[in-house]
């Protein structure tokens, strides 16, 4: 793959862009996840019958970046406006966040050399 791709899934709707530098992809990430924290407000669903799940625990939105030599990441967007950052593609390692560092600067921490 030459370049960096950078997809956000919100919901059913699923949005590709094409990037030449790991910064630009990096920077898309960030803007697309945040405009996923503004537009969040899950409910908590379930309850009586079935199990509940709280905002913190939906997530209602995933900016992904992948690029060359396996080059693969990104953030989730819960539905209280949280974020996680994440490595790997089929399976995810959550990337602790250090300090006051946000998810966004956590995944660049850890993708950029």
Do not use: I, N, W
Not at 7 to 12: E, F, K, L, N
Not at 29 to 48: D, P
């Amino acid at each position: 793959m030459k370049g960096y791709r950078v997809t956000v899934r919100a919901g059913a709707k699923v949005e590709r862009e094409h990037y030449d530098h790991a910064t630009q992809a990096l920077a898309a990430v960030e803007r697309h996840g945040r405009e996923l924290e503004r537009t969040a407000g899950a409910r908590a669903v379930g309850g009586k019958l079935h199990r509940r799940f709280d905002p913190v625990q939906q997530v209602v939105g995933r900016v992904e970046v992948s690029g060359p030599h396996g080059v693969s990441g990104g953030v989730d967007v819960r539905g209280d406006s949280s974020t996680e950052a994440f490595t790997g593609r089929l399976r995810r390692d959550l990337v602790e966040q250090q300090g006051d560092e946000s998810a966004y600067a956590a995944l660049r921490r850890v993708l950029t050399p």
